[in-house]
T-cell receptor, first 111, second 114 residues
Framework: DQQVKQNSPSLSVQEGRISILNCDYT??????FLWYKKYPAEGPTFLIS?????DKNEDGRFTVFLNKSAKHLSLHIVPSQPGDSAVYFC??????????FGAGTRLTVKP | DAGVTQSPTHLIKTRGQQVTLRCSPK?????VSWYQQALGQGPQFIFQ???????QRGNFPDRFSGHQFPNYSSELNVNALLLGDSALYLC?????????????FGAGTRLSVL
């Protein structure tokens, strides 16, 4: 039962361009969404989050957009930097329940 | 300020054996969650401990059990190991049961079952 889906296993972009990572979910009860970044041999690190009462949250080069009607969220990274190369996980939760993760998207930013 | 630490980093066991993984949460955190991450997949929630009690549990069999100690550290125990238990086991800590949504992860323990 995969309630959070990241359909693109990998994404490659040029340094300085925009990276757009997508995530779809099926559970309409999810009310909190997060993006985590994972480097090899490290645990996932929190990147940015958004509550279901918002449709956009911005933090520096990172912006998350939420489209509740489409059950879709995306992470925009502008401009992309080589250090952004990592696996990005989308996660979602509903009040007082466990967090569900997508399978991840491997982002490669080429110099 | 030490983050979440897990031990050991790697472990090799054989089918049928039992294993114990350990986790120390980030300083000041009182809630510990355990996840299993199979190759090519995202982390899957096993269970969460708060105030030394299991508060939530994912879709994992009873072979998976845990414990939280008064200092908030935690153990994950897996009995009767199966080949399919081979995975990266991640521990995450948070404050207030993680309702803020932000969990801090350790680097994980990679378990190989032969």
């Amino acid at each position: 039962d995969q309630q959070v889906k990241q359909n693109s296993p990998s994404l490659s972009v040029q340094e300085g361009r925009i990276s757009i990572l997508n995530c779809d979910y099926t559970n309409s009860m999810f009310d909190y969404f997060l993006w985590y970044k994972k480097y090899p041999a490290e645990g996932p690190t929190f990147l940015i989050s958004i509550s279901s009462i918002k449709d956009k949250n911005e933090d520096g080069r990172f912006t998350v957009f939420l489209n509740k009607s489409a059950k879709h969220l995306s992470l925009h990274i502008v401009p992309s930097q080589p250090g952004d190369s990592a696996v990005y996980f989308c996660a979602a939760s509903e009040w007082n329940n466990d967090m569900r993760f997508g399978a991840g998207t491997r982002l490669t930013v080429k110099p | 300020d030490a983050g979440v630490t897990q031990s050991p980093t790697h472990l090799i066991k054989t089918r049928g054996q039992q294993v114990t993984l350990r986790c120390s949460p980030k300083s000041g955190h009182d809630t510990v969650s355990w996840y299993q991450q199979a190759l090519g997949q995202g982390p899957q929630f096993i269970f969460q401990y708060y105030e030394e009690e299991e508060r939530q549990r994912g879709n994992f069999p009873d072979r998976f059990s845990g414990h939280q100690f008064p200092n908030y550290s935690s153990e994950l125990n897996v009995n009767a190991l199966l080949l399919g238990d081979s995975a990266l086991y991640l521990c995450a800590s948070s404050l207030d049961r993680g309702r803020s949504g932000i969990q801090y992860f350790g680097a994980g323990t990679r378990l190989s079952v032969l």
